[in-house]
């Protein structure tokens, strides 16, 4: 712990390999010497593809720009598409004074397999303690896992594509509910227009001042960008949508319980010898917890 305190405070003063180091020392489950603290932290999740990454790009410049310091934390960054490898090249191409400005980390979640409910939100304080202003958490592809992964954020961004079948995939996953914010990307394709129409249409039911806005945005043409930096500045979340957050984490909780049980590969025996019920496994693992 005492190592810690000292990463902390030297990274508090802007060392940034004391930084990594702490970040690194909590990601493997060591101790945050930091407590909760009042981190406000940005997730950035759609379908794989549709260009969260190069958006990211896009408003790390606009953050730059207006001198605003920001830390990614890029969660999962290695799919095929992946944007992982487009942050680095960002990262070569920044100058030295405005990559003072950013710090961009990268987390797998094969390292972690009871989630990383663990470790994101002690990782945010830490960044929010040394003063980095905008922390965002970008997932990769839009699925239960990463809904887990983006509901430890206090904001949510949902990138979408004019493709039907992406727009589509976001719904099924349920990942429509959860975002304060919803954007399409490539607004310099021809159809993303209609498809920014369709998602609206689809969110007018019921509609009152809570329901996210929609905008349109290319990270190519660089259209509806700062209008985007801006909104996310000023959007509120609203009652259900932290419900829902809160509910993901609850049960990511349950579910890293259950994957880092000491019974869990027991359990895992009895049930497929037929010895217990699902019930009296659930039972046990609570029982150990
Ligand atoms: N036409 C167009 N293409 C874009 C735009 N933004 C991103 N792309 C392209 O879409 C592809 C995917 O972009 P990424 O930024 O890697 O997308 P991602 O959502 O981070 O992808 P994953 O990390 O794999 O989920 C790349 O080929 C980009 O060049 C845009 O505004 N317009
Ligand atoms: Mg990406």
Known sequence: ??????????????????LSKLLTLVEEGNPSPVERGTGLSLGITGPPGVGKSSLIGKM????????????????????????????GDRMRMT???????????????????GGLMDCLTPMVDILSECSWENIVIETVGAGQSEIRVVAFADRILLVDGPDRGDIIQAEKAGIMELADLIVINKSD??????????????LSVGEDETTPDVLLVSAHSGEGIEEMVDALANTTTSPDRERLRVRERLIS????????????????????????TLQEAVDCIRKEG
């Open 1 to 18: 712990m005492s190592d810690s305190i000292d990463l902390l405070q030297e990274a508090r003063d802007g060392n940034r390999r004391s």
């Open 253 to 276: 909780a349950w579910d890293s319980t259950l994957l880092t049980s000491n019974e869990l590969e027991n359990t895992l025996q009895e049930l497929e010898k037929g010895s217990i």
């Open 60 to 87: 790390i410049d606009v953050w730059v720009d207006r001198g605003e310091s920001v830390a990614v934390l890029a969660v999962d960054p290695s799919s095929p598409r992946s944007g992982g490898a487009l942050l």
């Open 95 to 113: 100058n030295a004074d405005s990559s003072d400005l950013v710090f961009i980390i990268t987390l797998e979640t094969r390292k972690h397999p």
């Open 189 to 202: 394709l021809p159809e993303a227009e209609r498809a920014a129409k369709a998602v609206k249409s689809g």
